[in-house]
T-cell receptor, first 116, second 117 residues
Framework: DTGVSQDPRHKITKRGQNVTFRCDPI?????LYWYRQTLGQGPEFLTY????????KSRLLSDRFSAERPKGSFSTLEIQRTEQGDSAMYLC??????????????FGSGTRLTVV | AQKITQTQPGMFVQEKEAVTLDCTYD???????LFWYKQPSSGEMIFLIY??????QNATEGRYSLNFQKARKSANLVISASQLGDSAMYFC??????????????FGKGITLSVRP
């Protein structure tokens, strides 16, 4: 088990372009979370999945953002028509939840997005 | 209202000394969990320690201990015998357990710790 993997580690894109990030959680974890972290702030919750079902989306997740977790394994986060305000670190985390008991959270190293 | 408050902007500690990083929280949920994470410059969030709201004893993990004062709603992290590798951002986070099936973490703004040789 190699932990939570995120790809790419860094992404520089021009304003208006679309970008997609990938997260591979720990294989036996059934929950997957996306967070956004801007400079000097703590991570902010964006959305989470229970297996393949997206159960909650933050108001931070505008219509330009979409996340999927097909087959309940890896997840993708897409940002359409990027804006400079989207520049941030995007963190993915996974956890195992059994009958509402959560067995810890494991974070990936994040994808740092810079919109120029 | 801010749920996790970390007001220390930056902390400095001499190598081998102990340091306390403050965290206060706000919740009306009787069942919750408190976490501390370390984030070095590489960006990864590294789990340090966990305290459940019903835990009778303060959590300890190696050089890390959590000073949990439930009535004051504080969960301060104590790092003993600081090492140069402890220099990083430290985040306090909370998970409220009674809000249905949601298990998201709410983070504070973090504290920068610098260890001096």
């Amino acid at each position: 088990d190699t932990g939570v993997s995120q790809d790419p580690r860094h992404k520089i894109t021009k304003r208006g372009q679309n970008v997609t990030f990938r997260c591979d959680p720990i294989s036996e974890h059934n929950r997957l979370y996306w967070y956004r972290q801007t400079l000097g702030q703590g991570p902010e919750f964006l959305t989470y999945f229970q297996n393949e079902a997206q159960l909650e989306k933050s108001r931070l997740l505008s219509d330009r953002f979409s996340a999927e977790r097909p087959k309940g394994s890896f997840s993708t986060l897409e940002i359409q028509r990027t804006e400079q305000g989207d520049s941030a670190m995007y963190l993915c985390a996974s956890s195992l939840v059994v009958t509402r008991q959560i067995y810890g959270y494991t974070f990936g190293s994040g994808t740092r997005l810079t919109v120029v | 209202a801010q749920k996790i408050t970390q007001t220390q902007p930056g902390m400095f500690v001499q190598e081998k000394e102990a340091v306390t990083l403050d965290c206060t929280y706000d919740t009306s949920d009787p069942s919750y969990g408190l976490f501390w994470y370390k984030q070095p410059s590489s960006g990864e969030m590294i789990f340090l320690i966990y305290q459940g709201s019903y835990d009778q004893q303060n959590a300890t993990e190696g050089r890390y201990s959590l000073n949990f004062q439930k009535a004051r709603k504080s969960a301060n992290l104590v790092i003993s015998a600081s090492q140069l590798g402890d220099s990083a951002m430290y985040f306090c986070a909370m998970r409220e357990a009674s809000l249905g099936a949601n298990s998201k973490l709410t983070f504070g703004k973090g504290i920068t710790l610098s260890v001096r040789p």
